[in-house]
């Protein structure tokens, strides 16, 4: 892990495995458009989501169990970003595209 204050979130969690659990789950939040509780100042630089999420527990505005989102709105919430996108880019596929004209004389 990359963040210097590791003890701290050691801390907030029974084992190494819970820790990695909470900040996968943060991750995932993060990644499908979640508001990052951290001020701009500390997220200025960073582009991995993981080292983001390990920064807003370590804040302690978040709590784990409380503030993370439940997983089936998280997986509501991803199938209706990824249905857009699909059909987003399906349309795009199918305006890119045309046939060439033929003359047949």
């Known amino acids: 892990m990359s963040e210097k204050n590791i003890d701290t979130l050691l801390a907030l969690t029974e084992s190494k495995y819970q820790l990695s659990v909470a900040i996968a789950k943060r ?3 993060l990644k499908a458009g979640v508001t990052p509780v951290v001020s701009a ?8 989501l993981v080292t983001l999420a390990m920064r807003e ?9 409380t503030d993370l989102i439940d997983g089936a709105k ?8 990824k ?3 699909a ?4 349309e795009q596929q199918a305006g890119a595209y045309q046939m ?3 003359d047949n004389d």
Do not use: C, W, Y
Request: hydrophobic share 40%; glycine share 8%; aromatic share 2%.
């Open 100 to 102: 060439p004209d033929f």
């Open 87 to 90: 059909a987003a880019l399906q």
């Open 74 to 81: 998280l997986d509501a919430h991803l199938s209706r970003t």
């Open 41 to 48: 100042e500390s997220r200025a630089g960073v582009r991995n």
């Open 57 to 65: 527990l370590a804040t302690g505005k978040l709590e784990l169990g």
């Open 27 to 29: 991750s995932m939040q």
């Open 83 to 85: 249905a857009a996108q």
